[in-house]
């Protein structure tokens, strides 16, 4: 199983990034793709997750109403729009995937059972 992130960079305060989360290997139709952020000394946190199938969405409360995710056009692509971006989201941008987004479950990092090897998004003040 692959996961291949991009579309991290540089932003300024209030500004806009699109991540993109390309999985491929998986023999099953149906899982939970989730982002994932970890700041320099920081552990790593669960931003958010969709279902591949049903697409509920689940998000961390501080980037509630800036940040979307969903399916991409092409199959087993997803995507994470941030927008009106902090500094405080500066961090290493990880996709992951689970057998599903558990509503009590899909932020914690051991769920996940295959990671993308991240990139990197920085917020300018």
């Known amino acids: 199983v692959q996961l291949v992130e991009s579309g991290g960079g540089l932003a300024q305060f209030g500004g806009s990034l699109r991540l993109s989360c390309v999985v491929s290997?998986?023999?099953?139709?149906?899982?939970?793709i989730g982002w994932f952020r970890q700041a320099p000394g920081k552990e790593r946190e669960g931003v958010s997750c969709?279902?591949?199938?049903?697409?509920?969405?689940y998000y961390v409360d501080p980037v509630k109403g800036r940040f979307t995710i969903s399916r991409g056009d092409a199959k087993n692509t997803f995507t994470l729009q941030m927008n009106s971006l902090k500094p405080e989201d500066t961090a290493q941008y990880y996709c992951a995937v689970a057998a599903f987004c558990g509503v009590s479950s899909w932020s914690r990092p051991a769920n996940m059972h295959h990671w993308g090897k991240g990139i990197l998004v920085t917020v300018s003040s």
């Open positions: 290997g998986l023999r099953f139709d149906d899982y939970g």
């Open positions: 969709i279902g591949s199938s049903d697409g509920v969405t």
